[in-house]
């Protein structure tokens, strides 16, 4: 039990709540801006970060301390996850009207 707390410890473990954060008010203030808030909507999407990203990659990470020739596997999953949360606050900050270069917009 001890490990899998040292795991949620990680600062890797870290950055992905703090992007899931930031990602999350984004996109609530952008919904309330343009009126299509939907409480069921956050909802949804809170089962997608929190249980994909963060569980997920904690038992990458497991893995990988099982099997180490496997931990290059949680690296680069967490490269992925962190580049997946930037882009949907690129997009949220895009639903705010802040400007964004044309290689970010889809």
């Known amino acids: 039990m001890a490990d899998l707390i040292e795991i949620f410890a990680t600062p890797q473990i870290q950055m992905i709540v703090i992007l899931i ?20 909507k956050l909802a949804g999407f809170m089962m997608k970060p929190v249980l994909g990203y963060v569980f997920g990659f904690a038992i990458l990470v497991m893995v ?7 931990t290059a596997v949680a690296e680069i999953a967490y490269f992925l996850i962190v580049l997946a949360l930037i882009g949907s606050i690129l997009d949220n900050l895009a639903k705010l ?8 917009r889809k």
Not at 23 to 39: P, Q, S
């Open 21 to 40: 954060t930031v990602d999350v008010v984004l996109g609530i203030i952008a919904a309330l801006l343009k009126k299509d808030f939907i409480l069921g």
């Open 64 to 70: 990988g301390q099982a099997l180490p020739g496997l």
């Open 97 to 104: 009207g802040v400007p964004m270069p044309k290689i970010l």
